[in-house]
């Protein structure tokens, strides 16, 4: 008989269009990346149950947000009742990382009034040579957004993904008072 989830918690993954976040989810669920890349219409959402420590299951529903300026309006109601959240941007296009604190973050605390852990993800580190968003500038804006931990990742090999979400989460445990 298949356990009941210790807990269920709402993660929302924001960013600008084309910056990888479908394909994050892609690998952290399945393992798979596509290369051919198909914009999210308004919302996504999908489960994966985690195992943390060996000791708690968790039923994580993931809300991968539309990041098109079209769906701006709808969006709000799909921060509601976030447990936290993955702030995504593309670490080839400087414009996507300015609209962390500029766009994406500033939407989501007008919206969601409670505290909750998120992390900063700077993906497509598998582009190294194209990249345009400096770590040290990444680092400069986790500390002032306050961001529970920066992570660079890449959706095309796997390369942190897995531990950007399993932070996220382990992170909202902690702050729910469960102790590790």
Known sequence: M?????YILKIVILGDAGVGKTSLVNQFV??????DYRGTMGVQIIKKQ???NDEYTVRLLLWDIAGQDQYEKARNGYYEGASGALLV?????????????????????????????YILIGNKAD?????????????RLAAEINAIQLIETSARSGMN???AF???VRNILIKHGVVF
Do not use: G, H
């Open 2 to 6: 298949k356990k009941l989830a210790d």
């Open 89 to 117: 941007y593309d670490l080839t296009r400087y414009r996507s990382f300015d609209n962390i604190n500029n766009k994406w973050l500033k939407d989501f605390r007008k919206y969601v009034k409670i505290d909750i852990p």
């Open 127 to 139: 582009l190294e040579q194209d990249r345009a968003v400096l770590m040290d500038d990444a680092k």
């Open 161 to 163: 993904v897995e531990d």
């Open 30 to 35: 399945s393992n798979t990346f596509k290369a």
């Open 50 to 52: 985690v195992v943390v």
């Open 166 to 168: 399993k932070k996220l």
